[in-house]
């Protein structure tokens, strides 16, 4: 009889304990959590109560529409910056929409049943990706347009954001390779023997062979033959 009276309460803590955790995150207005709470107890079959299913139900109508106007905020800003948010902001939903559709209809006690309302968010991701590579793209193009070497590197840095979204976008892979030329610190090695010093017979070898790309940062470039290209920012000359 003890083993019972264990069991049944057992039972009834793991009920109560499952209202409780949805609705403390439902009243911190962590909408996420009592999502994946619900969400995360029906994948796993475990009991939930016609509470836990209001809480799911509120709770996902509650974010769908905090994203909504967060995305109208962001949308009127129209930066590049603003767009990558929206574009996150789309992708959660698509991915928050799939986990729920996954483990509808939502029955009640009763038999009623719950399924979300589904949006498709394709195309509005998608012009949201557009305007993320096309505000990286006008940006670069400004920046090219300047003799800085700074710019240049700015303008490789946000055409290569540009390819996280797409892996070719207008002409954005020359002008990657242009940004990259323009932005290094191009600088020429030559040795001019001195007569007077004894130094070993394969010394000047060595020296103009030796691999210095590990020695020097992304944007500086060494050569040690002059018809590599027409013209250096730098010349060594070691003598």
Request: aromatic fraction near 12%; charged fraction near 25%.
């Amino acid at each position: 009889m003890r083993s019972l009276y264990l069991i049944i309460i057992s039972g009834l803590l793991l009920m109560v304990g499952s209202c409780t955790s949805a609705k403390k995150s439902f009243e911190k207005n962590d909408y996420n959590s009592t999502i994946n709470m619900v969400v995360d107890r029906i994948s796993k079959n475990k009991k939930i109560t016609d509470e836990d299913i209001e809480f799911l139900k509120l709770a996902y109508l509650r974010v769908v529409e905090n994203d909504k106007n967060k995305i109208l905020q962001l949308k009127q800003n129209n930066t590049g910056e603003s767009w990558t948010e929206v574009f996150k902001i789309y992708t959660n939903m698509m991915q928050r929409q799939d986990a729920v559709m996954k483990i509808a209809p939502i029955y009640y006690s009763n038999g009623e049943s719950y399924t979300p309302i589904q949006y498709d968010y394709n195309s509005a991701r998608e012009e949201a990706r557009e305007k993320i590579a096309e505000y990286h793209y006008k940006e670069a193009v400004q920046l090219l347009n300047t003799p800085s070497r700074s710019n240049a590197r700015l303008a490789y840095n946000h055409l290569d954001c540009i390819f996280f979204y797409y892996k070719d976008y207008k002409d954005a892979n020359e002008l990657i390779n242009i940004a990259k030329d323009k932005g290094t610190t191009h600088i020429l090695l030559s040795v001019e023997k001195n007569p007077q010093l004894f130094l070993p017979q394969d010394f000047e070898y060595e020296l103009l062979n030796y691999d210095y790309s590990r020695s020097l940062n992304n944007w500086m470039a060494l050569y040690t033959d002059s018809k590599e290209r027409e013209n250096f920012d730098f010349a060594v000359k070691l003598i």
